[in-house]
């Protein structure tokens, strides 16, 4: 399974509360926290081909610790000089961390993707795919 995914960055903070003791560094729940953090990602596979004539898009909320957002997955129709068209979207509130699918109609033989955004304001984009 292919995933493209974007790292959020928060800064170089995470060491400020760690405690070094005899040559051991010892960090605080608050910095393990924070390294938790950092590692959060967001996720979109190509779409599939669903079954009737559908489409698949999977996106995902990996390693972030128990935050909680407003997570969006959408496919998108690729349009050349015009904006692309969402065929298929699905939206949870408070959602942590895992895969979320949505089924899309097809919009006719075209290229497609999976969009992923967080209501943090990440989002990343697939690759694209001919499907139909």
Same mark, same amino acid.
């Given at each position: 399974m292919f995933m493209r995914r974007i790292s959020r960055v928060l800064g170089t903070c995470a060491v400020a509360g760690s405690l070094t003791v005899s040559g051991l560094a010892v960090a605080s729940p608050a910095v393990a926290d924070q390294a938790g953090v950092l590692a959060c990602s967001l996720g979109a596979n190509p779409p599939t081909a669903g079954a009737n004539g559908t489409i698949v898009g999977v996106g995902s909320r990996l390693d972030c610790g128990s935050s909680r957002v407003t997570l969006t997955v959408r496919v998108q129709k690729k349009r050349t000089l015009q904006s692309d068209v969402t065929v298929g979207s699905r939206t949870h509130a408070l959602f942590g961390n895992g895969n979320m699918s949505?089924? #899309?109609?097809?919009?006719?033989? #075209?290229?497609?993707?999976?969009e992923t955004l967080s209501s943090t304001g990440n989002k990343v984009k697939s690759a694209e795919r001919r499907l139909c």
């Open positions: 949505v089924i #899309a109609g097809c919009d006719g033989n #075209a290229t497609y993707f999976t």
